[in-house]
């Protein structure tokens, strides 16, 4: 009974190893010595909310080194101040890493709401021309430069022909076997090229590029189109005769099944998953145009987390739902720690049940 056992805990391993595996970064950064940093990725892509990878000290000469498991090719990145170095990692890779020199936020900037850092590839020593950053990288500048010249030479009417031709060239590059990832990323940045072009049939993009297709949660050419296609989705849906019901299943029914039923009429979103998405996408976005009542849209986002058994839709569900309900009226307040005069600290959870009046204020510098 006991080998039986040892033998299924190897076989359990295997299969975990078999889907996941280490990515190591490293690197030498004396001017970040003794500072805590965190590598970063996102939970989803459409609130956007931020995930730590992995969270490391460097030391007093400078190293660092960052141990992350994950099971497929991701996006992630590291918060410097001002900057926001990007890295693509894929499982059972190392990579050792150059980061700019410490630069400390301005006052200005500090006090600034709208600051944003300044975003670039973060760089990797000894790689070659397969390397995903290399690729993306390389193809991102193509694309963009072929996309300026042709929309200035043809004034913004570029034609299907030349937009096909652009991609070809494009594609020379890239002779041969891809990685599925890279490939995809490709595929899905010339379905962008093609709606800005020439796409005028909605409809037929959306069978074309989403209807039963994978739903690729961390590929951003992904996620970037299909945040545009469906900005605010239900909206335009409703204005559609078969879709003009979909109000009265959201507000007056408060019924998912109902606003599936209605989605039903639209052949190009027959996909379940992807209908739960365009839901929650539209109902995030609407969340502040006043279409729809709150307490709706919240029914609905709680409606769509608890019927649904794909853990991606669960995490966005929730995602959502605290994006929209933080600091909105009866909802609970955000808790937060601070030091009182005498330099003890309290936390707003310590007044729970009580009144608190809180008085926030810029002190002149």
């Known amino acids: 009974m006991k080998k039986i056992s040892i033998v299924l805990l190897i076989v359990i391993f295997g299969i975990q190893n078999a889907f996941s595996q280490n990515v190591v970064i490293t690197g030498n950064a004396k001017t970040y010595a003794g500072d805590v940093l965190q590598w970063r990725g996102y939970t989803n ?30 996006l992630s990145f590291i918060h410097l101040s001002v900057f926001k170095g990007i890295l693509y990692i894929q499982p059972g890779k190392n990579y050792q890493i150059v980061l700019p020199q410490k630069q400390e936020k301005s006052k200005a900037d500090e006090l600034n709401p709208f600051f944003k850092e300044t975003e670039f590839f973060v760089r990797c020593v000894e790689v070659d021309s397969t390397d995903l950053n290399v690729k993306i990288k390389y193809f991102d500048k193509l694309l963009d430069s072929y996309m300026a010249e042709s929309f200035k030479q043809f004034k913004g009417k570029v034609s299907k022909n030349t937009v096909d031709s ?35 049939n909605k409809e037929k993009f959306i069978e074309n590029n989403f209807l039963n297709k994978p739903i690729l949660w961390n590929n951003p050419a992904y996620m970037d189109l299909f945040n545009r296609i469906f900005n605010n989705y239900l909206k335009i849906l409703y204005r559609d005769p078969k879709g003009k019901a979909i109000p009265y299943n959201l507000i007056k029914r408060k019924s998912l099944t109902g606003l599936k039923s209605c989605l039903d009429s639209f052949p190009y979103l027959q996909n379940d998953t992807l209908k739960d998405l365009v839901i929650l996408k ?23 987390q608890y019927s649904t058994d794909v853990p991606e839709i669960e995490l966005i569900s929730d995602n959502i739902k605290q ?25 707003l959870s ?12 810029t002190p002149f510098l």
Do not use: W
């Not at 020379?172 to 709606?195: C, I, M, T, V």
């Not at 009866?330 to 330099?343: E, R």
């Not at 310590?350 to 204020?361: Q, T």
């Open 323 to 347: 994006k929209l309900t933080t600091l909105l009226l009866n909802y609970p307040a955000p808790d937060f720690k601070l030091k009182n005069v005498k330099g003890k600290e309290i936390s």
């Open 45 to 74: 892509q459409i609130t956007f909310h931020e995930k730590v990878l992995a969270e490391c000290k460097v030391d007093a000469k400078g190293n660092f080194r960052f141990e992350i498991n994950i099971k497929k090719p991701e």
């Open 350 to 361: 310590d007044y729970r049940g009580s009144f608190v009046c809180l008085n926030f204020c």
């Open 282 to 304: 539209s109902l995030y976005d609407n969340f502040y145009k006043d279409d729809f009542p709150h307490a709706s849209i919240l029914f609905m986002i709680d409606s769509v």
């Open 166 to 200: 652009i991609i070809d060239l494009i594609e020379k590059e890239f002779p041969g076997k891809q990685n599925e990832y890279f490939a995809n990323y490709r595929k899905y940045n010339y379905a962008a090229y093609r709606l800005i072009a020439y796409e005028r």
